[in-house]
DNA sequence: CAAATATACATAAATAACTTATGTATTAGC
DNA sequence: GCTAATACATAAGTTATTTATGTATATTTG
């Protein structure tokens, strides 16, 4: 596991880049696809999920949709339009991000060899 | 400039690493390096950066050390011992963040691929 | 079949790392 | 003399999280 700091502002971006390619997903699914796709290295909290996931409804980001399995609901969440635009944005913006970081820190490392 | 959730939980790891290859710095100097080696994309603003620094200094990661030019103090930072263990710890698990988020990001890319 | 664990949602209080604003003082440029 | 840059510092407010708690159904295990 991360220190949390690290994975703090990634969130928005990771949950919509999976609905990006998966169409459609629900919230303990995202927590466990997470999980597993990165060996238990990021582990999304529920407190943290849901929140962002009805913020990123609210702002127009994501539609719902229930199924309901027996008497149990799931609540799909999938991009909408805007979703697609923002997700791309997101890891756009991410992408860049972490190669000006590791920028930063390699520059260093070379000035440090010569 | 990145949004600003993204650089938070980085800024340690800047700094620490910063001094590592420079020796020492003060913090004046540290904003004005990282804004010219990230062509203004990061900005430390002083208002996070001094905050930060204390805290360093007060958990063993940094020693300081006044200098007068003129009637102007500059406060040098650099790291002490325990201070390159732990920026060599922040710089990997960052490394190790960037790479595993890389890895999220492009799996699902991939798949959408084939 | 009872108990524990996993699935699946949700919210609210507390925390941490910032941003924004403000303050002081020296130095440089016009 | 005025403005901007240099150089430090702190405090209030914001925001994204963590931690804690709650509800309910489904599955596994003894």
Redesign the pocket.
Known sequence: MYS??L??????TIVLNLLKENGKM????IT?RVKELTNGKIQ?????L?????SLEKSGELDTQKEY???????YYSLTKQGHVTANQKVNELTDFMNTMKFLLDLEARTSNG
């Open positions: 949390s700091e994975i703090k502002g990634t969130l928005k629900y919230g303990y699914q466990q999304i909290t529920e407190g943290a849901y929140p962002t996931l009805h399995m027996g008497k149990r609901v799931r609540k």
